[in-house]
């Protein structure tokens, strides 16, 4: 196995700073009873008092669903370790589990659903809305192109192979529409939006701001669809998040430009703008920028942390489903904070670098994570193919960096 390879690489073995109680989301003694109330909701108590309830039915740590102890798991440094026991088990949780509830995901431009397990875990589902092979039309604009469930699978791997780690666990999952969202939808409003299309298939649209609509209806094959799964993070009662504006976020007009697509020097004001004034944000940036460019997703508006953790912390890597929608041509104006800062991790560099070459070739090692996934093939042969392309183009940018 490569992947196996890649992963005993000294590259991949580099520490992690000591993990102290105060670089942990969560303090939790692990020999203390939990419980759920029956009352349904979520009793949580935050972290910021004296002690943290967290919700099982079990007793001690060890018989806490998968999901708990990701996110109890979760620190400063890393949204799950590098060799994480759990993942095998919360990614056949994702998809496997029983479906208990249903209801549409408020916000956001196109239909998405939460989805409960008996065991309290909350999964985040985005249908298949278009085939693999399907391009992103030449003509259409980044802010209008649809969301791709198998970009959020793809993503979530792309993301450990890096070894960013700073996506939340995702599997692909072929859903019952059905038994597993009409028949349990408690969401009213998501439940008149049901039909049998003149094809005899089940379909549903939802409520948003684009894209729900008889004519943009999710259809199944009568009933099954496809979608990706992944796993929620901490509720933000417990865990506070703060959501940033990316500085070389695109103007998501028609005609106009950003100030970062007119003014080449554009970085040197980022780079005396707090946070990016001090400590590694900008750094941070930049990783996203990468992973954005192998994937390329033009619709990085946005990006959130932690807000425990203040400035000296990761940034989380969500939503994803704007990636992998063409594989025919590279959209260089997303490396702009790259080539604009001449600025990059060593390590990100010299894991970039191991990833251009032969026993670590990048796309062999995401197709090899990728057959492991429910719904694989999940990427088309020419996207894995793209992303050795334009790993080289990176690496261009920064090898020019180092020249100039």
Known sequence: SKLAALFEHPLYNIPIPEVTEKDKLFVV????????????????????????????????????????????????????????????????????????????????????LIMTFPNYGQALFKPMKQTRDQETPIDFFYFSDFERHNAEIAAFHLDRILDFRRIPPVSGRLVNITKEIRDITTDKKLAKTFFISPAGNVCFYGECSYYCSTEHAL???????????AALLPDKTLAKRRSWRS???????????????????????????????????????IDMTVLDFLMGNMDRHHYETFEKFGNDTFLLHLDNGRGFGTHSRD?????????????????????????ATQPYRLSDLLREALATDPLAPVLAEPHLQALDRRLGKVLEVVGRCLAG
């Open 219 to 229: 259809c199944g094959k009568p009933d099954r669809l496809e979608g990706s799964m």
């Open 29 to 112: 003694n692990p020999m203390e009873k939990f419980s759920l109330r029956s009352s349904g909701s979520d009793e949580w108590v935050s972290s910021s008092k004296a002690e943290t309830l967290l919700p099982t039915g079990k007793t001690a740590y060890d018989t806490y669903p998968a999901w708990l102890k990701f996110h109890v798991g979760i620190n400063r440094y890393e949204l799950y370790p590098r060799r994480d026991p759990l993942m095998p088990t919360l990614l056949r949780d994702l998809a496997a589990q029983r479906i208990v509830s249903s209801v549409q995901k408020s916000g956001g431009t196109q239909l998405k």
């Open 331 to 355: 959209e260089p104006s997303i490396l702009a904070p790259l080539r604009q800062c001449c600025s990059i991790k060593k390590s990100t560099y010299l894991r970039l670098q191991l990833l």
């Open 247 to 285: 500085p070389w976020r695109r103007s998501y007009h028609k005609s106009k430009k950003a100030e970062w697509e007119l003014n080449p020097n554009y970085c040197a004001q980022v780079r005396e703008t707090p946070p990016y004034d001090r400590g590694r944000r900008l750094l941070n940036l």
